[in-house]
C-alpha cells in the first residue's frame, strides 16, 4: 500500500524557517515525481512545488518561488520542504503527494 | 503557467439528482487531468485521473470526460455521502476554484 507521512510543522513566526518531510513507502521512491500542495484554512488547494525522482528538475507555485526548496533524499524515501520568509498567508495544512496519493498532512502556523 | 478554471463555484441538488462540475484549462493538459473529492478536516480522495478512468473503489456513478482544455465530472444519482467539496488538477499543478456541492 503506497503511504507517505509528513512531519515537521508547527508555529513558527513570521520571518522564520522550518523543514517539513515526508517519509515514502508502499512504492518505488527513486521513480516517482512528487509534489507538495497545501490548503489554508477555509481555502481551496494550492499546489506549492514538484521535483522529478532524481531531484534535477525542481518546480514551484508562483507564491512560494524563491523562498521555498523543495528536495528528496531517494536512498531515505524522503521528500523534504525548506520553507523560508515565512509569512502569515503561508498558514495551511501541508500535503506530500505522489500521484493521486496524498498524505494526511502537516499544518504550519506563522504567527507572532 | 497552465490556469485551471471550475465552474461552478456552488451547486445546490438533492438526492438522486445528476450533477455536473466543469473545469477549463488555459491550455491543454492532453488528458493529464484529476478529480478530487474532499470532506471537512479530511485530505482529498482522488476519483478520476487521465480525465476519465475511475479510481479504485470509487463508485461507478462517478465518470470524467473531456480532453485538452475542457473536463467535465459527473455525478449521476447523487448520494448523501457526495455532498462534499470537488476539486480538478492539472497533474502535478494548479488547481481549480473547487465546486462545493450542498444539499438543496
Known amino acids: 500500500e503506497v503511504q507517505l507521512v509528513e512531519s515537521g510543522g508547527g508555529l513558527v513566526q513570521p520571518g522564520g524557517s522550518l523543514r517539513l518531510s515526508c517519509a515514502g513507502s508502499?512504492?518505488?521512491?527513486?521513480?516517482?515525481?512528487m509534489g507538495w500542495v497545501r490548503q489554508a484554512p477555509g481555502r481551496g488547494l494550492e499546489w506549492v512545488a514538484k521535483i522529478n525522482p532524481d531531484g534535477s528538475e525542481k518546480y514551484y507555485g508562483d507564491s512560494v518561488e524563491g523562498r521555498f526548496t523543495v528536495s528528496r533524499d531517494n536512498p531515505r524515501n524522503s521528500l523534504y520542504l525548506q520553507v523560508n520568509s515565512l509569512r502569515e498567508e503561508d498558514t495551511a495544512v501541508y500535503y506530500c503527494?505522489?500521484?493521486?496519493?496524498w498524505g494526511q498532512g502537516t499544518p504550519l502556523t506563522v504567527s507572532s | 503557467d497552465i490556469q485551471m478554471t471550475q465552474s461552478p463555484s456552488t451547486l445546490s441538488a438533492s438526492v438522486g439528482d445528476r450533477v455536473t462540475i466543469t473545469c477549463r484549462a488555459s491550455?491543454?493538459?492532453?488528458?493529464?487531468l484529476a478529480w478530487y473529492q474532499q470532506k471537512p478536516g479530511k485530505p482529498p480522495k482522488a476519483l478520476i485521473y487521465?480525465?476519465?478512468n475511475l479510481e479504485s473503489g470509487v463508485p461507478s456513478r462517478f465518470s470524467g470526460s473531456g480532453s485538452g482544455t475542457e473536463f467535465t465530472l459527473t455525478i449521476n444519482s447523487l448520494q448523501p455521502d457526495d455532498f462534499a467539496t470537488y476539486y480538478c488538477q492539472n497533474y502535478n499543478g494548479p488547481f481549480g476554484q473547487g465546486t462545493k456541492v450542498e444539499i438543496k
Open positions: 491550455q491543454s493538459t492532453s488528458i493529464w
Open positions: 508502499g512504492f518505488t521512491f527513486r521513480s516517482s515525481w
Open positions: 487521465k480525465a476519465s
Open positions: 503527494t505522489r500521484d493521486q496519493v
